[in-house]
């Protein structure tokens, strides 16, 4: 079945950039989305890239998208300590149910 | 505000009891999705309606049962509930699925501990 994999945690400093990474096993991925959960609340849809797409940038906030390697990343630029929160990667195949993959989350930590 | 509402917040109880959790989808939006989340196992699809039907059932137990309303608000029932129930549920909603309405928005989701 399909596999969304991201790596469980990242630590940046204030004002750097972050990437977050993904990765995805569907070759028939339609559409790929980033939820941005913070503690004690709901998944927060933060942006999301039609398959075929490359690059989708939205303020500080770019996605990237590699099909023929099946990766997507997210980046953050100027990152601040209120970006600190899980970040859900998710992808939805052409099949009938429409139900989103997501992976486990990678937990971004922002420190002075 | 994704504009989906679940009630109650918080929901503490003991085991073997039964607890209801309300959802109601965004303005529009025909369908909803029921999702658990835990520390051990992530976030779990359970089960999804549209419009009133079921249209995809995930790692819903059958101790678990949901359904959808004319109004479009929907009801997951969870009975003879296990300390293991104990977890974050979450409803989203989205458009119409396979029209190009599949992206989902998540509503603040309900606490349930199982004492």
């Known amino acids: 079945g399909e596999d969304v994999e991201q790596s469980l945690f990242l630590s940046v400093r204030e004002g750097d950039s972050s990437v977050i990474n993904c990765t995805y096993t569907?070759?028939?991925?339609?559409?790929l989305y980033w939820y941005k959960q913070e503690p004690g609340a709901g998944l927060q849809l933060l942006t999301y890239i039609f398959s075929n797409m490359d690059m989708k940038q939205d303020q500080r906030l770019t996605v990237l998208l590699n099909k023929k390697d099946k990766h997507l990343s997210l980046r953050i630029a100027d990152t601040q300590t209120g970006d600190s929160a899980i970040y859900f990667c998710?992808?939805?195949?052409?099949?009938?149910?429409?139900?989103?993959?997501f992976g486990r989350g990678t937990s971004l930590i922002v420190h002075p | 505000d994704s504009g989906v509402t679940q009630t109650p917040k918080h929901l503490i109880t003991a085991t073997g009891q039964r607890v209801t959790l309300r959802c109601s989808p965004r303005s529009g939006d025909l369908s909803v999705y029921w999702y658990q989340q835990s520390l051990d196992q992530g976030l779990q699809f359970l089960i999804q309606y549209y419009n009133g039907e079921e249209r995809a059932k995930g790692n819903i137990l059958e101790r678990f049962s949901a359904q959808q309303f004319p109004d479009l608000h929907s009801e997951l029932n969870l009975s003879s509930l296990e300390l293991g129930d104990s977890a974050l549920y979450f409803c989203?909603?989205?458009?119409?699925?396979?029209?190009?309405?599949?992206?989902?928005?998540f509503g603040p989701g309900t606490r349930l501990l199982v004492l």
């Open positions: 989203a909603s989205s458009a119409s699925p396979g029209q190009g309405g599949e992206t989902q928005y």
């Open positions: 998710a992808e939805i195949g052409p099949g009938g149910s429409y139900i989103p993959t």
């Open positions: 569907d070759s028939s991925s339609t559409y």
